[in-house]
Every structure is written in C-alpha cells, then in structure tokens.
C-alpha cells in the first residue's frame, strides 16, 4: 500500500527557510517585490493570484497587483512590462495566465526582462533550461516537483520517468529537468496512442493531462513514484489526472490533489523572486 505525500509539511517547512532568508536580503536594507499581471476573467486566475498575494504577505514580499479589464490591448500591457522591466525596485514580473483572447500571449510573455522573468516562460529562459545552464527560473510547476521528488529522496539515475502531457508550462520543462538528473524519460501526448504501455514502465510518473482520473491503477508499475498535477474542477469538486484512491494500492508514492503539486507551485514563484532579487543586487 502506497502512502500519500504530505505536501502541505514539506511546503510549511520551505516556507520558513525562504522567510529566514528574504529577512536576511531586507537586513540589507533591500525589499523584494513582485508585480503581479492580470488581464483576464478567468476565475480561477483570480484565485491563483490571491494564493500568490497571500504567500507574499506571509512572507513579507511586496506584491503589486495589475488587474486589466477586457478592453485593454496587447500594446498597453506591453507598456505596463516596460515599465516595470525598467523599475529597478521590481524584482519579478508575473503574467497571470490564460490572457484574454484577442492579447498576444508571445507578444506579452517576450517582453518580460529575462533577469524578471519569475514565472519562467521567456523563450531565453526555456532555451537555457533546454540546454541545461544552471543560472536561470526554472518554471514555478517543474521546480515545486522537483521540490517535492527531491524533498522524498527520489533518486534519477537509471530511472525511466514518464510524463503524460507535453505542454510549455508543465510537460515539456518537467521532462528536461528529469533527463538533466539522469533519468531516461518518455513523453506522452494526445496522439501517443495506449499511452498504458509507457505509464506501466514508469518508475516515475507524472501526469499533467488536466482529465479527471485518466491514469487508473492498472496504468501504473508496482512501486511507482507518481506525481499528479492535474488540476480538474468537476461538479464542485477538484480531481486530480490520477484515480488517487486506487492508485494507492501500486504506487509507492503520490502526490494529493487538492493539496499537492499547486502548493510548491505557489512557493517555487517567491523561490524564484527571492532568487531573482539576489542576482539582480549581486548578494
Ligand atoms: P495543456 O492543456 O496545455 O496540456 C495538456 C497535455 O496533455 C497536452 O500535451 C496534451 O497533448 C496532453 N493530452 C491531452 N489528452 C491526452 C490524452 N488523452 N492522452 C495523453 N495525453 C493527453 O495543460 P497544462 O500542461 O497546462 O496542464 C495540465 C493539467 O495540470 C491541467 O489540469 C492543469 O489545470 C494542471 N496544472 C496544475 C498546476 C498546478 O500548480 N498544480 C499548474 C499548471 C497546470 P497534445 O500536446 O497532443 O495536445
């Protein structure tokens, strides 16, 4: 019998090393902030940013906020980017996605200063995640995985990690970052096909699908490591992209959902502002 990972622990203790250390960079007589973009009615951005402004007060970095209405167009938020590119008490710049649909999303996420770019979705960062450089923001769900795999003692070498979703923001940074700790990694997508031939092989498996339950326990390898990031709200309730429950019965480990991959997400978003505002004052 599998056991669940007791996220919400592993974050409440980094949250307290992150605090120690952005008093350490305000002993300094520097304050970190982060702005905070919002051009959209979604309403589960508008949750996800009040989770980063609460994270924010309790840490104590300062958050400022840009909430858009539906009128705005790509070359005002671009200015707003600007701006805040040039504001040297602005350590990291967030766009809260989706966008509405008529903005550039390649426009908008292509004019975030790369030294800003907290969220990690700058071309120049993905390109130096790609080619394995150490110094850059790895993106905020990839880097809460690895806060979590690392947190339980995952070990990557001789390991065949297997993710299911080959998506920019999760799928294809995760899978880079697997195969830079040694593991040997196979991506799955929609057109994969019987993707149970590959989950089945996994020692570890993430599943960042966003389908409710479509990784069932006859999907997954005896002692698995499995990382659920899926995040699918049906009939008021939240599901995961693993059937959790019966899962539990093969896998060794697994992540929760609610509860799991979107609490390192928050925290790795104020990792990389603290880490942006020690590069940027060279501490
Ligand atoms: P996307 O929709 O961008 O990508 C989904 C991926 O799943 C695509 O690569 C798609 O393949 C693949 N896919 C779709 N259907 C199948 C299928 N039947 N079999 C195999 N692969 C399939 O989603 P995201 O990566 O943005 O998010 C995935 C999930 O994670 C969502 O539920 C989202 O809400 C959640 N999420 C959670 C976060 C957290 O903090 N916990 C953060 C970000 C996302 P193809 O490329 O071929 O279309």
Redesign the pocket.
């Known amino acids: 019998m599998g056991e669940k990972i007791n996220v919400k622990e592993i974050v409440k203790r980094k949250k307290e090393d992150l605090k120690l250390e952005v008093e350490k960079i305000k002993e300094k007589g520097i304050n970190p902030k982060l702005a905070v973009i919002l051009a959209s009615d979604d309403e589960?951005s508008k949750i996800?940013v009040g989770k980063k402004r609460k994270m924010c007060e309790e840490l104590g970095i300062l958050q400022e906020e840009y909430i858009l209405d539906k009128n705005v167009d790509t070359q005002e938020v671009v200015e707003i980017i600007k701006r805040l590119n040039n504001d040297s008490s602005v350590n990291g710049i967030l766009v809260q996605l989706p966008l509405f649909k008529h903005l550039n999303m390649d426009v908008i996420l292509d004019t975030i200063s790369d030294k800003k770019d907290v969220d990690g979705f700058h071309p120049l960062t993905l390109g130096k995640l790609f080619i394995g450089e150490a110094e850059t923001f790895i993106p905020?769900?990839p880097k809460?995985i690895m806060t979590i795999l690392d947190d339980i003692g995952t070990t990557y070498e001789g390991k065949h990690a297997v993710i299911?979703?080959?998506?920019?923001?999760?799928?294809k940074p995760i899978s880079q970052i697997l195969l830079k700790r040694g593991a040997t990694v196979t991506i799955?997508?929609?057109?994969?096909g019987d993707?149970s031939l590959y989950t089945k092989q996994a020692d570890i498996l993430v599943?960042?699908?966003?389908?409710p339950h479509?990784i069932t326990k006859d999907m997954i390898k005896p002692g698995a490591i499995v990382v659920d990031?899926?995040?699918?709200r049906i009939a008021g309730k939240i599901l995961?992209?693993v059937d959790t429950e019966n899962a539990l019965e093969v896998c060794s480990k697994i992540t929760p959902?609610p509860g799991?991959?979107?609490?390192?997400?928050?925290l790795s978003l104020l990792e990389n502002v603290v880490q942006a505002t020690k590069e940027q004052n060279n501490i």
Not at 164 to 171: E, F, L, Q, Y
């Open positions: 589960a996800y905020c769900t809460g299911v979703g080959r998506s920019r923001i999760v799928g799955c997508h929609s057109k994969t993707i599943a960042a699908v966003g389908k479509i990031v899926g995040i699918n995961g992209d959902v799991g991959v979107g609490l390192t997400t928050v």
